[in-house]
């Protein structure tokens, strides 16, 4: 079973890290400070060690509920939701963060199955590039996070 986070508000660090030694000590070094509430396991890591291998280490260390960021995970197809969800469940992570912008489909597919899975789903649908939205000169609708995120939650 997912561990839950333990508050409404806190702080999560990224762990977009480029080695072990620097995983070990930003972690090490925040686990028990007040207000870190878990932590963001990013790709750069993942594809290192292996999304299993590198949630096995981080328990070494912690006890924080642990997000698997994809880097995007949400707008493929959604048959890969069941799939996606079932590794990354395997793996024991506790959460996944989902930007399934590809519509209300692959909304349904990856929190659905995140649900299921007993995965705290975290969704989003913006980053913070100037030209990601069409007003800035992007391709994805001003709207598509709100929209996401109101059919996330339903």
Same mark, same amino acid.
């Given at each position: ?6 508050? *409404? /508000?806190? +702080? ?8 072990? =030694?620097?995983? %070990? !000590?930003?972690? @090490?070094? $925040? ?31 912690? *006890? /924080?509920? +642990? ?8 707008? =493929?197809?959604? %048959? !890969?939701?069941? @799939?996606? $969800? ?32 007993? /995965? ?10 100037? =030209? ?23």
């Amino acid at each position: 079973m997912a561990r839950a986070f333990e508050s *409404d /508000l806190g +702080i999560v660090p990224a762990l977009d890290i480029d080695s072990s =030694d620097q995983l %070990d !000590m930003v972690v @090490k070094a $925040t686990t028990n400070v007040e207000g870190v509430v878990g932590y963001k396991l990013g790709l750069t890591t993942v594809l290192r060690l292996g999304l299993a291998a590198a949630v096995e280490h981080l328990r070494t260390m912690t *006890d /924080l509920p +642990i997000l698997y960021d994809h880097q995007k995970a949400g707008p =493929d197809m959604p %048959d !890969m939701a069941k @799939k996606f $969800t079932g590794v990354c469940r395997d793996a024991a992570v506790d959460g996944l963060i989902l930007f399934p912008v590809a519509g209300p489909t692959a909304v349904d597919g990856f929190v659905g199955e995140a649900v299921k899975a007993g /995965l705290i789903p975290v969704v989003g649908g913006e980053i913070p590039v100037p =030209d990601y939205g069409v007003s800035g000169g992007g391709y994805l609708t001003d709207a598509a996070l709100d929209r996401s995120l109101a059919r996330g939650v339903n």
